[in-house]
Nanobody, 123 residues
Framework: QVQLVESGGGLVQAGGSLRLSCAAS????????MGWFRQAPGKEREFVAA????????YYTDSVKGRFTISRDNAKNTVYLQMNSLQPEDTAVYYC????????????????WGQGTQVTVSS
């Protein structure tokens, strides 16, 4: 059983920055692929970013490339999403997810999900 808890969401103005955190349970966090997704009102869940267990693989959806950065700190069992140059269209509930062993090949297949954190960007 893996528990994921997101934090760091809030209200920011367009052009601002926010850093989301996802704290995971388990002593084998370093073996998980991790991802971030978001869901805006009336829309389906959308992939945002992912990072491999080793940190060597990082993936982003086109709309956030150059603005968002995913990273991880295995000592803290935490994955981060640094969001810069935020735009109103980034407004959504952001979820983190874990792909635990046996790990999938890309695209990852996630086994556990957090409950989400709200990000609202005003214009």
């Amino acid at each position: 059983q893996v528990q994921l808890v997101e934090s760091g969401g809030g209200l920011v103005q367009a052009g601002g920055s926010l850093r989301l955190s996802c704290a995971a349970s388990g002593r084998t966090f370093s073996s998980y692929h991790m991802g971030w997704f978001r869901q805006a009102p009336g829309k389906e869940r959308e992939f945002v970013a992912a990072i491999s267990w080793s940190g060597g693989g990082r993936y982003y959806t086109d709309s956030v490339k150059g603005r968002f950065t995913i990273s991880r700190d295995n000592a803290k069992n935490t994955v981060y999403l640094q969001m810069n140059s935020l735009q109103p269209e980034d407004t959504a509930v952001y979820y983190c997810a874990a792909d635990i062993p046996p790990r999938s090949s890309w695209p990852y297949e996630y086994d556990y999900w957090g409950q989400g954190t709200q990000v609202t960007v005003s214009s």
